[in-house]
């Protein structure tokens, strides 16, 4: 049923899942965005050494660059690979809706830890759920002062994971004309870089022949990410 503030787990608890699970990933929704929190959830993963997945509405949590940054959605099979390697899933601010997550059929961790301000988002159905009621900010802060720090994780395998699934959708001829609309407009939104008179034509050209790409290469544009 809807959980309410007496069945929430304590912060410390939460901790110590986390403290005794082998791997740990974070999927970070919305709420860490309207928090705050960006920048100690990029210091949260880097002290457990956990990828860190976002949603729409994270969109650009984590500087794309940053190692633990998974800037690819979770539909694509490496990285849903990926998140399935982990033993415990920290939920952040995240309602794990069902178009990130494919009707919840994502492989998911056996165990996840689930923190939201709103009481009536903390039950992921068809999953056993640890469940936080909270802020993100003040639940962030809390993890990173009570688990202890590692010195690795599967954090460590992020750009190769990355790495390994833009290479298959760039050699996959239903998606390399996608794939080159998503280079093209990440280039396009970087600040440092000023875009060629020949971008918008670029564009075009591209769209013009475009194949129905996968919907995980359209929530790639849509993360704005390479």
Same mark, same amino acid.
């Given at each position: 049923?809807?959980?309410?503030?007496? $069945?929430?787990? *304590?912060?410390?608890?939460?901790?110590?899942?986390?403290?005794?699970?082998?791997?740990?990933?974070?999927?970070?929704?919305?709420?860490?965005?309207?928090?705050? @929190?960006?920048?100690?959830?990029?210091?949260?993963?880097?002290?457990?050494?956990?990828? /860190?997945?976002?949603?729409?509405?994270?969109?650009? +949590?984590?500087? *794309? #660059? &940053?190692?633990?940054?998974?800037?690819? *959605?979770?539909?694509?099979?490496?990285?849903?690979?990926?998140?399935? @390697?982990? $033993?415990?899933?920290?939920?952040?601010?995240?309602?794990?809706?069902?178009?990130?997550?494919?009707?919840?059929?994502? #492989?998911?961790?056996?165990?996840?830890?689930?923190?939201?301000?709103? *009481?009536?988002? +903390? %039950? !992921?159905?068809? &999953?056993?759920?640890?469940?936080?009621?909270? #802020?993100?900010?003040?639940?962030?802060?809390?993890?990173?002062?009570? %688990?202890?720090?590692?010195?690795?994780?599967?954090?460590? &395998?992020?750009?190769?994971?990355? $790495?390994?699934?833009?290479?298959?959708?760039?050699?996959?001829?239903? %998606?390399? $004309?996608?794939?080159?609309?998503?280079?093209? /407009?990440?280039?396009?939104?970087?600040?440092?870089?000023?875009?060629?008179?020949?971008?918008?034509?670029? !564009?075009?050209? %591209? +769209? &013009?022949?475009?194949?129905?790409?996968?919907?995980? +290469?359209?929530?790639?544009?849509?993360?704005?990410?390479?």
């Amino acid at each position: 049923g809807m959980a309410s503030p007496g $069945d929430a787990l *304590p912060l410390v608890a939460a901790a110590e899942l986390i403290d005794r699970a082998g791997a740990v990933a974070i999927w970070a929704g919305g709420g860490v965005v309207q928090a705050g @929190a960006g920048p100690s959830l990029a210091r949260l993963a880097e002290h457990l050494r956990a990828p /860190v997945l976002t949603t729409f509405a994270s969109r650009g +949590l984590l500087p *794309p #660059d &940053h190692p633990c940054a998974v800037t690819l *959605p979770p539909h694509e099979p490496e990285v849903e690979a990926l998140l399935s @390697a982990a $033993d415990l899933l920290l939920v952040v601010g995240s309602d794990l809706d069902g178009m990130t997550t494919k009707n919840l059929s994502l #492989d998911l961790p056996a165990v996840i830890v689930n923190v939201n301000a709103d *009481p009536q988002r +903390l %039950t !992921v159905h068809g &999953h056993q759920v640890h469940r936080v009621l909270g #802020d993100a900010g003040w639940a962030i802060e809390g993890l990173l002062g009570r %688990t202890a720090l590692r010195s690795s994780g599967i954090a460590d &395998h992020v750009r190769q994971v990355c $790495d390994a699934t833009w290479a298959r959708l760039r050699a996959d001829e239903r %998606t390399a $004309d996608a794939c080159e609309l998503v280079t093209i /407009v990440a280039d396009a939104e970087r600040p440092s870089r000023r875009r060629p008179p020949s971008a918008d034509r670029r !564009v075009a050209s %591209t +769209l &013009h022949p475009l194949r129905p790409p996968s919907f995980g +290469l359209f929530g790639a544009a849509a993360y704005g990410t390479r």
